[in-house]
T-cell receptor
Framework: DAGITQSPRHKVTETGTPVTLRCHQT?????MYWYRQDPGHGLRLIHY???????DKGEVSDGYSVSRSKTEDFLLTLESATSSQTSVYFC????????????FGEGSRLTVL | TQLLEQSPQFLSIQEGENLTVYCNSS?????LQWYRQEPGEGPVLLVT?????EVKKLKRLTFQFGDARKDSSLHITAAQPGDTGLYLC?????????????FGTGTRLLVSP
């Protein structure tokens, strides 16, 4: 039982097409996060959610939208994908209580041609 | 703007050698974490340091938080091939109940037999 799963794990798409990445958790956490990881930049926060229908922007939110209609699902949408959005996307939920730990999914590798 | 700089970016060493990875910032953090990431997986928390000057040991890994809580180091003694991976530091800001993590640029370690 992974606790957090992402889908799809790999996707290749063309510039201008919409893309939705899904994050599913079984831990009933209030907070969920979307990060992107690029060489030389570490992990950067795109959007986060602090409850159903409660979301906020992170540091690199331009070109991305999110939705949280259920506690267990947090969707990341690229309305019109660009090559600069080629990246590995990670979803995360809080880990051990009172530690600040983030528990990450396995990642979704997106290539925009 | 990258708040956390790690050095070196890449390190290739032989089994048995010692190494130190640095994580530096001009910002003060409430705490700092170190994660390790293996290919195709999400980062996994190694340790959290909270107090300025704090030293924590995890087997052959020694983590230190700077006195001013702006920097940290990770020292590995007698590195082994199993230590190979991407090491990420993450500074934590506490902001009105929402915990914000800022990740460093990452250090990729390769330990050869």
């Amino acid at each position: 039982d992974a606790g957090i799963t992402q889908s799809p794990r790999h996707k290749v798409t063309e510039t201008g097409t919409p893309v939705t990445l899904r994050c599913h958790q079984t831990e009933n956490h209030r907070y969920m996060y979307w990060y992107r990881q690029d060489p030389g930049h570490g992990l950067r926060l795109i959007h986060y959610s602090y409850g159903v229908k409660d979301t906020d922007k992170g540091e690199v939110s331009d070109g991305y939208s999110v939705s949280r209609s259920k506690t267990e699902d947090f969707l990341l949408t690229l309305e019109s994908a660009t090559s600069s959005q080629t990246s590995v996307y990670f979803c995360a939920i809080p880990g051990q209580p009172n530690t600040g730990e983030l528990f990450f999914g396995e990642g979704s590798r997106l290539t925009v041609l | 703007t990258q708040l956390l700089e790690q050095s070196p970016q890449f390190l290739s060493i032989q089994e048995g050698e010692n190494l130190t990875v640095y994580c530096n910032s001009s910002s003060v953090f409430s705490s700092l974490q170190w994660y390790r990431q293996e290919p195709g997986e999400g980062p996994v928390l190694l340790v959290t340091v909270v107090t300025g000057g704090e030293v924590k040991k995890l087997k052959r890994l020694t983590f230190q938080f700077g006195d001013a809580r702006k920097d940290s180091s990770l020292h590995i003694t007698a590195a082994q091939p199993g230590d190979t991976g991407l090491y990420l530091c993450a500074g934590i800001f506490m902001n009105t109940g929402f915990q914000k993590l800022v990740f460093g640029t990452g250090t990729r370690l390769l330990v050869s037999p």
